[in-house]
């Protein structure tokens, strides 16, 4: 299968490595992804879809040669942003083969089966490869704590931000309350809404 220029584009943007066994036993190898430092509003505005649902499965496989996806499958919650649908196969670049081969790219957000979660992604390309918005920027997992809070937590490892010609590191987490955060992200979507004279 050959790629299209716009998922090239997607790869290219960031760090990939193709991994082997015996590349996986030198992470030195391994680089930081770099995007722009984005808010939460700005982040949806550049997303093309923003979801929130509970992934429930997973699989990877090659997209072409040096080039590994994982399909996962969302139950869709909601749908704050894009067409709404009741459950969604979202690719996304990276993943390990049943081989052992691999593809990751540093910066990129991990889904887990059983998780649920908030993502900003960008429009697909013709292969139907995403990319989160922003990197790690583009996913929130959804949490409970024992008293009944219930949190959104944005993990950022192996990312470096950028902003204003400056760059920093990000190795940690952003935690909100989930509220907060819907109430972002649909106080957002009216007002792109509105900007655009139309629906979602």
Do not use: N
């Amino acid at each position: 299968m050959r790629l299209s220029s716009l998922s090239a584009v997607l790869i290219g943007a960031v760090t990939g490595l193709f991994l082997s066994d015996r590349a996986v036993e030198q992470p030195a190898a391994v680089r930081a992804g770099t995007a722009l430092r984005m808010d939460l509003e700005e982040a949806f505005e550049r997303s093309d879809l923003v979801l929130e649902g509970r992934v429930t499965g997973m699989e990877s496989r090659a997209l072409g040669p040096g080039l590994v996806c994982t399909d996962y499958e969302i139950s869709v919650e909601r749908t704050f942003w894009g067409e709404d649908q009741p459950s969604r196969t979202i690719c996304l670049p990276g993943g390990i083969l049943p081989t052992g081969e691999g593809m990751m790219i540093p910066g990129l957000p991990g889904l887990v089966e059983g998780e649920d979660t908030v993502l900003l992604l960008g429009a697909p390309a013709a292969s139907g490869l995403r990319m989160p918005t922003g990197l790690g920027q583009g996913k929130y997992r959804l949490v409970t704590e024992p008293g009944g809070t219930r949190l959104a937590v944005r993990t950022a490892e192996d990312l470096v931000l950028v902003s204003g010609g400056r760059s920093r590191q990000v190795h940690g987490r952003d935690v909100i309350d989930y509220a907060e955060l819907v109430g972002r992200i649909e106080a957002a979507a009216q007002v792109r809404a509105a900007a655009r004279g139309t629906g979602r």
